[in-house]
């Protein structure tokens, strides 16, 4: 089970790091044709800087699920470091629980929230307003994967030492 798990999270991180890299390069794109249209043109463009936004956003949201998946967060990796031994294993078993109920509870929220937005549109892109707004849930719902990952190589490593 721990391997079929580690491959799907592995496809999930792929997929991510590939959505990253295609809005990091259109928001570098974006970026350039505004600044071009406004000092060469004379005229911006009205819907970049909501573009941007929205993909800054979904950047940095997707970007948060792979630190996550890496166990990379720099602030709970110190926490735990500075406690004793004995305590950082309990701990850090812990932190895995409260991040999946933080996850699950903001992925049920964020759909939530998409329920009720889905009718509205942005002022500029005359998109619906969900698909901004999607990136909570898609990147809490990831997040939350990653620590049922997490669960299964605590499982398994107990086995391990038993």
Not at 7 to 12: A, F
Not at 67 to 74: E, G, Q
Not at 76 to 101: C, D, G, R
Not at 128 to 136: C, E, G, I, N, W
Request: glycine share 4%; hydrophobic share 60%.
């Amino acid at each position: 089970m721990v391997m079929l798990i580690d491959k799907l999270c592995d496809l999930l991180e792929k997929i991510t790091f590939i959505a990253i890299v295609i809005l990091l390069a259109a928001m570098l794109g974006v970026a350039w044709a505004h600044v071009f249209c406004r000092y060469v043109l004379g005229s911006s463009l009205f819907w970049s800087e909501e573009m941007l936004r929205f993909s800054l956003v979904w950047f940095a949201l997707l970007s948060a699920s792979l630190i996550f998946r890496r166990k990379k967060h720099l602030g709970i990796i110190l926490l735990v470091e500075k406690l004793p031994i004995n305590l950082q294993n309990v701990i850090s078993t812990a932190i895995i629980y409260i991040f999946l109920v933080i996850n699950i509870v903001v992925t049920i929220q964020g759909i939530d929230l998409l329920g009720r937005v889905h009718a509205q549109l942005t002022p500029a892109l005359r998109i619906p307003v969900s698909l901004p707004y999607a990136s909570v849930p898609v990147s809490f719902l990831l997040m939350a994967i990653y620590s049922i990952s997490d669960i299964f190589h605590q499982f398994a490593k107990k086995e391990k030492a038993s």
